[in-house]
């Protein structure tokens, strides 16, 4: 289903970390992706099956080696006990907020409003060189990458 996100869907670390801490990593996380679309013209976003495919074989490798996967029944499996462990992210809490720091786009397929992507680039000038902004704000810190 394009441009559809979630906050505590499946492979989220609920099962080790505080809800509030997550929905807030990936309230940031939704917005980069929704100023992308916004910025560049893009009209739908969905993740590439492929990749989806991938992280699923990851998670089917990771998860038998943890505490999750013992011998029990739980709702991180379904209901089952000794089914695959579904619902929780392949490593720590920290390891999840890394990981959504930044955005892959390689991993999704985009549409564009347009046929031609880069007409969000539209005639060539930045507003940021509206007359009174400041044309030269990329020196103001020299040790900060842009």
């Known amino acids: 289903m394009p441009n559809y996100f979630m906050f505590l869907g499946p492979n ?5 970390g505080s809800v509030l801490t997550i929905t807030e990593h990936v309230g940031k996380y939704i917005t980069r992706i929704i100023r992308k679309c916004q910025e560049e013209g893009i009209k739908s ?3 590439r099956q492929d990749v989806v495919d991938e992280f699923a074989e990851h998670i089917a490798a990771f998860m038998p080696r943890t505490a999750w996967a013992g011998s029990c029944s739980s ?4 209901g089952e006990k000794d089914g695959p462990v579904t ?3 392949p490593g720590s809490c920290i390891h999840w907020f ?3 720091q930044s955005f892959r786009g390689e991993d999704f397929e985009f549409t564009h409003w347009s046929k031609n992507r880069f007409q969000y680039l539209g005639n060539g000038f930045s507003t940021l ?3 009174g ?3 030269t704000w990329y ?8």
């Open 133 to 135: 902004m400041n044309s």
């Open 87 to 89: 619902a929780l992210h």
């Open 139 to 146: 020196l103001d810190e020299p040790d900060k990458m842009l």
């Open 75 to 78: 709702w991180f499996k379904n």
């Open 45 to 47: 976003i969905i993740p």
């Open 98 to 100: 890394h990981m959504l």
């Open 129 to 131: 060189e509206a007359p």
């Open 12 to 16: 989220a670390p609920i099962g080790h």
